[in-house]
């Protein structure tokens, strides 16, 4: 497991480059970042090579991918050099496949900017690009030599992105921790410590990947509600008016995944309702049509977690616990996202 540090990059970032003697530096940015944060970095880095990309999803593919390896090449990089990812998920996810694909992998750091990506997507190693309109459909686990979280960049956030980043701090809570979750879901967003609450979620995570780094088996649990909030996020991809954020996503297959539970015995209606009431009181309703029902049904099947075309979900057994590897029918999934529409 990679070393997750919480502290101002200012103090974070120069101890970790003077204990290591790389090569090279590249910094990755994207149009965002490069505006809000690598001002704040610029003046902490030796010489290096700055790698900037457009900002969104709609970038994570291989085509991006191929641009920053070019930069690499081109700045003659040896398998001694460091590739720094600032920014989000799409930053991060992207950035370390590129670095750990580069001359069959070199070293890389995850520096999140935004509170998904501190909480979620910089930690465990899980690195990948989306492919035909597939989240996450081509990539590789590798740890990071290091993941730099500074909460001082949370301030650059609007509210939607910190209520985004929020969804995987929900789900920490209730896959691992009962008594949290009954913290959080008494106070809105903007009551929320932000500090605290990033400082947890990345503990629980650490301790879910370090017992399973390749999600063979207990790593799936942090998939609750991802297997149709990822159908629902790639469906929407395509509708610029409709699209949504990564956790807005989430908040959707919470609530549809812990109904699925619900039906399954596996948790009682108290929770369930816990649930649907905090989700829709943060994030409101994604609004899902008829027309969308059938397509996110058939993204589904190409869900990672899946074996042959059986459909497997991670989804919640009692507050604070969550099973793995639990087969759902087309015709549960269906009944869920009625459930959700009301």
């Known amino acids: 497991?990679?070393?997750?540090?919480?502290?101002?990059?200012?103090?974070?970032?120069?101890?970790?480059?003077?204990?290591?003697?790389?090569?090279?530096?590249?910094?990755?940015?994207?149009?965002?970042?490069?505006?809000?944060?690598?001002?704040?970095?610029?003046?902490?880095?030796?010489?290096?090579?700055?790698?900037?990309?457009?900002?969104?999803?709609?970038?994570?593919?291989?085509?991006?991918?191929?641009?920053?390896?070019?930069?690499?090449?081109?700045?003659?990089?040896?398998?001694?050099?460091?590739?720094?990812?600032?920014?989000?998920?799409?930053?991060?996810?992207?950035?370390?496949?590129?670095?750990?694909?580069?001359?069959?992998?070199?070293?890389?750091?995850?520096?999140?900017?935004?509170?998904?990506?501190?909480?979620?997507?910089?930690?465990?190693?899980?690195?990948?690009?989306?492919?035909?309109?597939?989240?996450?459909?081509?990539?590789?686990?590798?740890?990071?030599?290091?993941?730099?979280?500074?909460?001082?960049?949370?301030?650059?956030?609007?509210?939607?992105?910190?209520?985004?980043?929020?969804?995987?701090?929900?789900?920490?809570?209730?896959?691992?921790?009962?008594?949290?979750?009954?913290?959080?879901?008494?106070?809105?967003?903007?009551?929320?410590?932000?500090?605290?609450l990033v400082a947890h979620s990345v503990a629980i995570k650490q301790n879910i990947v370090a017992q399973d780094p390749t999600e063979k088996g207990l790593r799936k649990i942090l998939n609750f509600g991802h297997t149709l909030g990822h159908a629902v996020e790639t469906h929407f991809l395509s509708q610029p008016r409709k699209r949504l954020l990564h956790g807005e996503a989430i908040a959707v297959g919470m609530v549809t995944e812990a109904f699925i539970a619900h039906e399954k015995k596996m948790i009682d209606e108290v929770l369930l309702t816990q649930i649907e009431e905090y989700v829709f009181a943060v994030y409101g309703n994604a609004r899902l049509t008829e027309a969308d029902v059938e397509p996110v049904l058939a993204l589904t099947l190409q869900d990672k977690k899946n074996r042959g075309r059986e459909v497997r979900m991670s989804l919640l057994d009692g507050p604070g616990h969550c099973a793995f590897d639990v087969p759902v029918t087309t015709a549960e999934m269906r009944r869920a996202l009625a459930y959700y529409n009301g």
């Open 1 to 196: 497991m990679s070393t997750v540090t919480i502290a101002p990059l200012a103090e974070s970032l120069p101890a970790f480059l003077d204990s290591n003697d790389f090569s090279a530096v590249a910094v990755i940015v994207d149009n965002h970042t490069f505006k809000f944060c690598y001002p704040e970095i610029k003046g902490l880095l030796p010489k290096h090579t700055l790698v900037r990309i457009k900002a969104g999803e709609e970038q994570k593919h291989l085509a991006t991918c191929e641009l920053i390896w070019d930069a690499l090449t081109r700045a003659n990089f040896d398998r001694h050099a460091l590739v720094l990812n600032l920014g989000g998920g799409v930053i991060g996810d992207m950035g370390g496949f590129c670095a750990a694909t580069y001359k069959r992998g070199i070293a890389f750091a995850q520096l999140p900017t935004t509170l998904l990506s501190q909480v979620d997507a910089s930690v465990g190693g899980k690195l990948g690009v989306d492919f035909n309109g597939l989240k996450n459909h081509i990539g590789v686990f590798q740890q990071p030599n290091a993941v730099l979280v500074d909460p001082a960049f949370l301030t650059t956030l609007s509210e939607r992105e910190l209520r985004s980043g929020f969804a995987e701090i929900i789900k920490h809570c209730l896959i691992a921790d009962a008594a949290m979750w009954e913290q959080i879901r008494r106070r809105d967003p903007d009551e929320q410590d932000w500090s605290a």
